[in-house]
Each structure stands twice: as C-alpha cells, then as structure tokens.
C-alpha cells in the first residue's frame, strides 16, 4: 500500500513537472518570458537582430526589413551608436510610424515623435550608448518567426541624426 501511494505521488509529480515545462515553454505571458530571459540571460540575448543605415531625412521615405527574432520576447526599437557617442543633448525632432507585420497582419502600430528612454556610455555619462523609441512584444516562435518584417516610415524628417548612428532592434534590456 504504501509503494503505490509512493508511485501516486511521483506519478502526479512527474505530471505537474511536465505541465509547466510545456506550460512555460508555449503559453507563458511574453512579460514572463522576458524576465525569464533577464533571469538566464542566454550568451546571445541581447545581440540585435538589426542594425542598419536608415535616413530620417526624407519625408514619406520607407524601408521593409524582415526580422528574424531569436527569441519570444520584448524586443526595443532604437538609435545605437557602436562608439557609445550620442550626445545626452539628443533629441529626436522627427516623426516616424512603426507598423510590424506577422506575415501580412498587422500586429503593432505606433507613431513616435519622441524618444522612450535611453542607455548611457560605459565610458563617459555625457554620452549615450543608444537611444529607445519604443518597445514593442515579439510573441512569435519557431517557423512562423521568419514571417514578421518591420516597416518604418518617415511623416516629419529630423536631419539632427548623424550618420554613424544606426537604427536598431534587440531584445529589451529594461525590465
């Protein structure tokens, strides 16, 4: 009797630890996720999954990228500079909308004619290493990943932005 209540008990055990490893692993809140991923913090969490050239000088001017997301996430939209040189003056005087699509849905929408945070230089207070537009959730895994593309379209330009500075996404490093 009690070496069946002993294999009861393991067998629910078993059972519920299967459960929230799939549980976890597919139906967990992306909010979760991310802390999740801050928690473990994978070697390539925060390597973006783009970094281009992107002109804010030309009105109306719209560029498509496909993003190629490595995790399910909170992902951030940004300016980066790899020698962590923009000024803390920095302000953004342009209006840009930023739609992602998964597949050809539309899934987030926002027009920004401000910057949402920042992340200063390692080597000096007095510049920023980049700069945040907006975040936005990348609940998307697995093949379907490979169907989300970005598109960023210029409404008012703002020729304040230097050349060296690059438009970014990446996983979000605020919690």
Not at 41 to 67: H, M, R, W
Not at 157 to 165: K, R
């Amino acid at each position: 009797m009690l070496k069946l209540k002993f294999f009861k008990i393991w067998g629910l055990l078993v059972m519920l630890a299967m459960f929230c490893v799939l549980g976890f692993t597919y139906n967990i809140p992306i909010g979760l996720k991310h802390f999740i991923n801050l928690l473990r913090q994978p070697a390539d969490l925060y390597e973006p999954i783009l970094v281009e050239d992107f002109s804010f000088k030309g009105k109306n001017y719209t560029k498509i990228y496909k993003l190629k997301p490595k995790y399910s996430d909170i992902y951030e939209l940004g300016l980066v500079d790899e020698k962590e040189k923009i000024p803390t003056s920095f302000k953004f005087n342009g209006i840009i909308e930023v739609r992602l699509y998964y597949k050809n849905k539309l899934i987030f929408n926002r027009i920004i004619s401000k910057t949402a945070s920042h992340t200063y230089s390692k080597e000096n207070l007095g510049y920023f290493k980049k700069v945040i537009f907006t975040t936005f959730s990348m609940p998307i895994k697995g093949a379907d990943k490979n169907n989300i593309s970005l598109k960023i379209t210029v409404i008012k330009p703002d020729d304040s932005i230097c050349q060296f500075v690059k438009l970014y996404v990446a996983v979000s490093d605020l919690p």
